[in-house]
């Protein structure tokens, strides 16, 4: 052959990496890291990969951050001031003052509607002390005090909710000589549930309010505009007060702003979780004077959707009287909410301090803001607002958010863009190759999410078949091994077997873990855009984690790091700890919420499948962008199977005592327990059944906890087939939550209880106003807490009644429910009804009525019987008891 027809390649040496041969790059990038590392470097890199001890550090790293630092940001209160403390701080909030005051309220017992304790001796407690801040009223400020007493009723949750002579406590502080008509509304009520002292609700807020007042009365600095301090008589019934005043005070058409003040715990910091609606202008005076912040957007909209089993008076203020506010309420150790262990003694110092500087300065500023003058010049849409470990407070209108969504999402996309196009560069790979391969690994992302996913719910609802529900309940901990160590598996599993299987392709493991990398941000950019389209405020969690990882790829990108197999890791971690850190502090604060929340759940909802579905959300948010760093160890598959080990582990744990979910008096077990008479009549209005039983309201799936504990517990009957015959079940069903899941019921037969006076209807008067319509004027009688049911029968239909007209006018299916209670006046409650019969035939009955009663604060009623059931259940049980009737009539 012929020399000149041989060809010969040349290679040129260069220090151009962009002129370097293919070939050559690509022997570059896969070049051991020993040989190139330094010796530091050789400590941790073993051929391209980390070395496998490595990874307990790795992962402990994350675990210490989240024990060092969010939890304790999620937890700091400040400390508290003394009565001493006072000469040197005379303007600020003395936490020891209104411990003192709740003290004195919790010294009452349970304060429920129609009491004495509520109706006399709140009304008590709360003017004596009024009397001590007027003493210390300056000279620049007039203090006005109202006791009103009212009636009324409204639509709450599908039911007529009426009141009569309910209470509240209303006081104004006024700047002297003012002529303002602004005032700004505080408000938090001092009834209880029927077993609960109520510390935490409400009688905390109660107190932080009365301090503040004192603080603003006594000061030389006056108000800009008066501030009315509603203390609410009826919150717990529910919401009836709060009616009564923004309805009917003479004070209510100037409340221009509100601040609500809840509870769902007992303790902790004070989370705002409304907002307005569509009033940025508060979130601005929020930020401006709150000194300890803690507020969420995502708790809002959670809160406004229902996925949280409560409410509070600020949907009776806006709803019925168009007043923007703030909307408050402490959430740390829910557990003893509504429980007879919600007591001052456990309610921390600390609590009180961070909520009376904050309500002091809130006060303050909101009471001076100009905005107060009309309020509905400054109603510019909903906000996006968050607090930073509790440091400080982000803020920003909605629109100012979605453009800030869908900048950072396209930022997001085009840096991924770009480097998976130098990816192709630096492999020297054609580009519709390393797209293709960029959609393999999008797949393989996406495979790993659905894996993650269905493992996580399998394991929760194998949980609940095996009962064993609620295992995590007191030890929380337990959740992150059964659910979270899940997800993280199937999140991990499947890109592991895919890279184990494709060991020899041309791409770097470091490259290939990157291009992962980018996809998940790809796709948390495509679902922070779908959210924001559709009006989700909350994605900002999602925006976030594109924007550090898009500084941390940028960075990469600009030092060449990306290129090296393992160093581009540090840069990544670096910008990945400030939302890792924000991440766990603010879901650290939802479990602490959530968790004692489920226990109130009731038993058709599975708590595991809840718990599992917030663990799939947060270990997507969190662990998406640390997860995938596991494939960068040698061994990574068994250090990812080790995740399974440890949910195995939970497993086992949950089996033993420590898996048990309750404890005496810190995380107990609730159930609502009803001495119960039941009678129905017929036709003729002669009794065709009568029983006596237990009526028992379970709180939470492990009703079977106490199965062979409880006195008579075996003989335990579902009311679900009681519900296919009987109105409403046929049974006294306290307010319109029971209405709402009533067969979830229990009845066990036992003994007669002691009653007092029956709710009892009069049939004042019948007439016939036409030959089809027919008009009842009656009379009610009975105990402070009754209900009626009321169902057409032989095909009449309700026309017309004295009962508030929006069942009827929007068409309501029958039979209707309408709550009645009373506080300090006792009169009959006088209505009447009018319905209609096509059939002209009168000779049949045309309605039953379904009366039930409830002596919610009568003890001295316990039968012995009764007392002997409620000692059977165990130590860990919290059962709320009362005797109650329930007796239909047809007319």
Not at 271 to 291: D, E
Not at 471 to 494: D, E, K, M, Q, R
Not at 766 to 789: A, V, W
Not at 818 to 834: A, C, H, Q
Request: hydrophobic content about 40%.
């Amino acid at each position: 052959m012929s020399e000149k027809r041989v060809r010969r390649r040349v290679i040129t040496p260069t220090t151009d990496a962009t002129n370097a041969d293919p070939l050559l790059r690509q022997r570059e990038l896969h070049l051991d890291d020993e040989e190139r590392a330094n010796g530091c470097e050789r400590a941790f890199i073993c051929r391209e990969k980390i070395k496998w001890y490595w990874a307990p550090a790795f992962i402990a790293f994350w675990l210490l951050i989240y024990c060092s630092i969010s939890i304790p940001a999620s937890n700091h209160l400040p400390r508290p001031l003394t009565i001493k403390d006072e000469a040197k701080y005379p303007d600020r909030f003395i936490a020891e003052r209104a411990e003192q005051v709740l003290h004195s309220l919790v010294a009452l017992g349970p304060r429920v509607v129609g009491s004495k304790e509520n109706e006399f001796g709140s009304v008590r407690v709360i003017s004596s002390t009024m009397q001590k801040v007027r003493s210390e009223l300056s000279a620049v400020h007039d203090i006005e005090m109202d006791v009103q007493v009212a009636s009324g009723s409204y639509i709450h949750w599908g039911a007529v909710n009426m009141y009569q002579s309910i209470q509240n406590i209303v006081v104004k502080i006024s700047p002297k000589g003012t002529n303002s008509s602004n005032y700004v509304l505080v408000n938090s009520h001092y009834d209880t549930v029927p077993a609960g002292p109520g510390a935490g609700d409400d009688g905390s807020m109660v107190a932080s309010m009365i301090e503040t007042m004192r603080v603003l009365a006594k000061s030389k600095y006056p108000l800009k505009n008066p501030v009315v301090f509603l203390f609410n008589g009826a919150e717990e019934n529910p919401l009836q007060a709060s009616h009564a005043f923004i309805t009917q005070h003479k004070w209510a058409k100037n409340c221009k702003a509100l601040i609500n003040l809840d509870s769902a715990g007992n303790g902790g910091r004070e989370i705002l979780f409304q907002s307005g609606p569509n009033h940025p202008w508060l979130m601005k005076s929020y930020r401006r004077a709150i000194k300890h912040p803690f507020a969420s957007t995502m708790a809002e909209e959670m809160f406004q959707h229902n996925f949280i089993p409560s409410d509070t008076d600020f949907r009776i203020f806006r709803d019925h009287g168009a007043v923007p506010g703030l909307d408050m309420a402490y959430q740390y150790n829910g557990y003893v909410y509504h429980t007879r262990y919600d007591r001052a003694e456990i309610f921390p110092r600390g609590s009180f301090q961070n909520t009376g500087d904050n309500l002091l300065a809130l006060v303050r500023e909101i009471s001076s803001a100009p905005e107060l003058e009309d309020t509905s010049k400054y109603a510019q849409g909903h906000t996006v607002y968050y607090d930073v470990m509790g440091w400080f407070l982000v803020f920003y209108s909605e629109t100012e958010g979605i453009i800030l969504n869908v900048v950072v999402s396209i930022a997001a996309i085009v840096i991924c863009s770009i480097a998976i196009k130098l990816m192709s560069n630096n492999n020297g790979i054609k580009l519709e190759k390393v797209l293709k391969r960029t959609l393999h690994t999008f797949v393989l992302l996406i495979l790993g999410v659905v894996a993650g996913f269905c493992l996580t719910l399998f394991i929760s609802w194998f949980m609940d078949v095996v009962h064993l529900p609620l295992s995590w309940f007191t030890h929380n901990w337990l959740l992150l091994g059964l659910y979270f160590c899940p997800f993280f598996f199937g999140l991990a599993i499947v890109p592991a077997l895919y890279f184990h299987y494709t060991a020899t392709d041309r791409f770097p493991i470091g490259q290939r873990v990157q291009l992962l990398l980018h996809c998940h941000c790809l796709l948390l950019a495509l679902l922070t855009l779908v959210l924001t389209t559709c009006g989700i405020r909350s994605a900002f969690v999602l925006m976030l984690s594109c924007l550090f990882y898009t500084v941390g790829l940028v960075f990469n990108l600009a030092t060449n790091l990306h290129r090296r197999n393992v160093l581009w890791i540090i840069p990544h971690m670096a910008c990945y700890v400030p939302p890792f850190l924000f991440f766990a502090y603010f879901s650290h604060s939802f479990l602490v919420t959530f968790i004692p929340m489920v226990g109130r759940f009731g038993d058709t909802v599975n708590p595991d499948l809840v718990m599992a579905a917030f663990s799939i959300a947060v270990g997507l948010l969190i662990g998406g962008m640390i997860v995938p760093l596991l494939h960068m160890f040698r061994k990574s598959k068994t250090i990812i199977c080790a995740l399974m080990g440890i949910t195995l582990i939970c497993i086992i744990i949950a089996v033993t005592p420590m898996g048990f979910p309750y404890r005496p008096e810190t995380s107990v077990q609730r159930f609502n327990v009803l001495h119960a008479k039941r009678t129905f009549h017929d036709a003729d209005n002669n009794v065709r059944k009568s029983e006596t039983g237990y009526f028992i309201m379970p709180q939470d799936r492990r009703t079977y906890a106490v199965k062979n504990k409880v006195i008579n517990m075996t003989m335990a009957t579902s009311v679900r087939e009681e519900c296919k015959k009987e109105t409403f079940c046929g049974y006294p069903l306290y307010n319109m939550r029971w209405h709402k899941t009533r067969e979830r019921g229990l009845w066990i037969p036992a003994s007669a209880p002691i009653l007092g006076t029956l709710p009892a209807v009069k049939v004042v008067s019948k007439k016939q106003l036409t030959p089809h319509r027919i008009r009842f004027e009656m009379e009610l009688t009975g105990p402070d807490h009754m209900g009626i049911f009321i169902q057409p029968l032989n095909g009449a239909r309700v026309e017309g009644w004295s009962f508030h007209e929006a069942p009827l006018r929007l068409h309501f299916e029958p039979p209707y429910y309408i709550y009645f209670s009373y506080g300090v006046n006792g009169d009959p409650l006088k209505f009447w009804l009018e319905l209609e019969k096509p059939s002209g035939d009168w000779k049949t009955p045309t309605v039953e009525l379904g009366l039930h009663g409830h002596w919610t604060h009568h003890k001295e009623m316990f039968t012995p019987d009764f007392k002997k059931f409620l000692n059977s259940f165990p130590n860990y049980v919290d059962a709320t008891p009362w005797p109650a009737s329930y007796e239909t009539w047809q007319y």
